[in-house]
């Protein structure tokens, strides 16, 4: 059965997100981005644009973490902690 404390759950525990990043996260969830190797990183940009607009026009993209919408970011983060998880 999932968890359903989703006020403590990071993500991936409802079926229907719910859970709103602190300020916090979003700045651990912005250097966690920062710190993926390129061929994750690619993998960032998608998330995103599947999400909104965004035009990447050279090798690198600044993302305003605060203009991305809460299932975006819960989204970068399920991605993100799944890279970064020790196997």
Do not use: H, W
């Amino acid at each position: 059965a999932p968890d359903q404390e989703c006020v403590t759950c990071v993500f991936g525990c409802c079926s229907e997100p719910t859970y709103v990043l602190t300020y916090e996260e979003k700045k651990k969830l912005s250097k966690a981005i920062e710190q993926l190797p390129v061929e994750k990183a690619s993998k960032v940009i998608q998330i995103i644009q599947k999400n909104m607009d965004l035009s990447v026009g050279s090798d690198e993209v600044e993302i305003d973490i605060d203009s991305l919408n809460n299932d975006t970011l819960l989204e970068l983060q399920k991605y993100v902690n799944k890279c970064t998880q020790p196997r």
